[in-house]
């Protein structure tokens, strides 16, 4: 049953068992020690010294007493234990089998060691094991495990008497790493080859449907496990619980649901499924009643369940269903564990409910990283950037080092609060302290220098990147849009065929925002053409947006209004916005009205263009209608929002309000105005 949680949640639960079983662990661990121990101070000569240990009268052989203890290192968490145990077998010459290999690759894993596993590899083909299926299949799953999942691919490729575990491995491998085509494409591999998944391939390769969230394929692969459940009635309830989940991440709930009222008794996995499916697509109501009716069942809840609950209580906003969780686990005495306690502070920051996170994140002592991170990404989605930055001084005094995750929620930070001093400084830090810089963290960059002002930095980190991804072009050509440098944007464009990069929706979009800024009307024309026509993207609502906003910066307003009229889809208020902002730039009053109109049938109960419209009649002198309309407003009881700007001083931010008189030096700011 194990095998149907997610990796994130079995670790979870491997942590739990750790601290649960901690006492028993230390009592194996203790007598692995005395093992090794007294294999060492007698030489390793078991025909004169015999072990002191009767549950290993069976091991007649030292090399066989050195393969438990590998096994009982990686079991007990120690794998560069392990680890050396092979060292000195291979420095004494003592033989190392294809039995001990798997053993000492988990090892690998559990360091985990990209060097080690490779040595490893090299002693398996110097002493003939690569044609030995069982030591392969180790082999491939040490690769995904260390992070490199080409050398799995091409190991997996290289196999030739593949098992239904080579498969399934490399299948599991894809789906762990988020790689779901190709997962589907080695599927079809594997039944054209006409190898029949056993229960645990069956099961990654539901998983890999669930995660596609493909109702018509989930319901091919379903009536594959139907027609075969002779085959597989041995994990009869396992892959019912993975059919469940399939089901609800394929936004099939009813059938989830007809599938765990079929359950002759349903596992706690299975309920955790079936409740986590339900808060996921906002049923609230039945989430909660189905949890109450698993108490009533006498099923009680463990931490992988509230986990997941909480997890999507943070995902659907549901606040309160979160606060009633977070009880429900102080009232029946839960030990709130580091990834608990993470959990509820992910959720509450999720739901805007600062104060709460920052109450769970002050019950705990030992914080950990991921902790301090949740906390300050709780400040950054408020754009609270004095807290987050305050939260990180202290993290970093507290010893803790952060991470590429934690330094990349507070770029973003300062890209949103368009804050570039506290930008430069944390990528001043990120030098200092030789943080790596993967992808995501140059994409940051690049996109917070842009977003502040800096463009020439934004373009220098761009330029000097040794390997870029779309995402990153797209920061490039967005920063160049946002500073009206429509040329240098569509001459990046121009460069994704020699970058080996293929532009997306989103590279469009910036690009024909960038024409739109600089007055590139013919340009964009030829983007849009050339999304169409070349790269055969179909153009979402957002690319007719941008076209409008083109069109009717450059006054081209019939041929704005023809080509709403003509699109393929519902204009959304962003286009319409776009439109009457332009009519109210070119003071076109007939226009106005008519895009006033299409908001009407659009939003009729919100009254927001009004503002825009009342100043386009206020423009043209119609002073009657624009009596009529804040008549109108007024019946509504809306007003218009008052204005705010903000100004970054020593790295503090600070807000002024039109008519504000909170700011405490309001007086001073007033006598310099009057």
Known sequence: MVTTLKFSQILAKETESFYLKKHELHSNLEETQQIHGHLIKTCLNLRYHKLPFPALKSYSSTAAIQSFLITSYNNNNCPQDAVKIYADMRKDDTEVDNFIIPSVLKACCLIPSTMQGQEVHGFVVKSGFHGDVFVCNALIMMYREVGNLASARLLF???????????????????????????????????????????????????????????????????????????????????????????????????????????????????????????????????????????????????????????????????????????????????????????????????????????????????????????????????????????????????????????????????????????????????????????????????????????????????????????????????????????????????????????????????????SHAGLVQQGKMVFHKMVHDFGLVPKVEHFGCMVDLLGRAGLLDEAKELIKDMPIRPNVAVLGSFLAACKLHKNVNLGEWVAKQFLSLEPQKYGYNVLMSNIYAEANRWSDVAHIRRGMKDVGISKEAGVSSIEINGSFHDFIMGDRDHPEYQNIYEIID
């Open 157 to 515: 490729d290289k196999i030739d008497n593949k098992d239904v575990v080579s498969w399934s491995t490399m299948i599991r491998n894809y789906h762990r790493s988020g790689f779901l085509d190709e997962a589907l494409d080695l599927l079809r591999d594997m039944h054209i080859m006409k190898v029949k998944p056993n229960e645990s391939a069956m099961i990654s390769i539901i998983h890999v449907f669930a995660e596609l969230g493909n109702l018509k394929l989930g319901k091919a692969v379903h009536a594959y496990v139907m027609r075969n459940r002779y085959y597989y009635v041995k994990s009869e309830a396992s892959l019912s619980t993975c059919l469940i989940d399939m089901h609800v991440k394929c936004s099939n709930l009813a059938y989830a649901r007809r599938l765990f009222d079929g359950l002759s008794e349903a596992s706690i996995i299975s309920w955790t499924a079936m409740i986590s499916g339900y808060i996921h697509f906002n049923h609230l109501y039945e989430g909660a009643t189905l949890f109450s009716k698993m108490l009533e069942e006498g099923i009680f809840p463990n931490e992988i369940t509230i986990l997941s609950l909480v997890k999507e209580c943070g995902n659907a906003k549901a606040l309160e269903l979160g606060k009633w969780l977070h009880a429900f686990t102080l009232r029946n005495g839960f030990t709130i564990s580091l990834v608990l306690a993470t959990a509820f502070i992910d959720m509450y920051g999720k739901c805007d409910d600062v104060i709460s996170a920052r109450s769970v994140f002050d019950s705990i002592k030992n914080k950990d990283l991921t902790m301090w991170s949740a906390m300050i990404s709780t400040y950054a989605q408020k754009n609270s950037i004095d807290e987050a930055f305050d939260a990180f001084v202290q993290m970093n005094g507290n010893g803790i080092r952060p991470n590429e995750i934690t330094i990349v929620s507070l770029i973003v930070l300062c890209a949103k609060s368009g804050s570039l001093e506290m930008g430069r400084w944390i990528h001043s830090y990120i030098d200092k302290k030789g943080i790596k810089e993967d992808l995501i963290l140059k994409t940051s960059l690049v996109d917070m220098y842009a977003k502040c002002g800096d463009i020439d930095m934004a373009y220098r980190i761009f330029n000097a990147a040794t390997k870029r991804d779309i995402s990153m072009l797209n920061a490039m050509v967005s920063g160049f849009a946002v500073h009206g440098h429509g040329n240098a944007a569509l001459k990046l464009l121009g460069k994704t065929e020699s970058l080996g990069l293929i532009p997306n929706d989103i590279t469009f979009i910036s690009a024909l925002h960038a024409c």
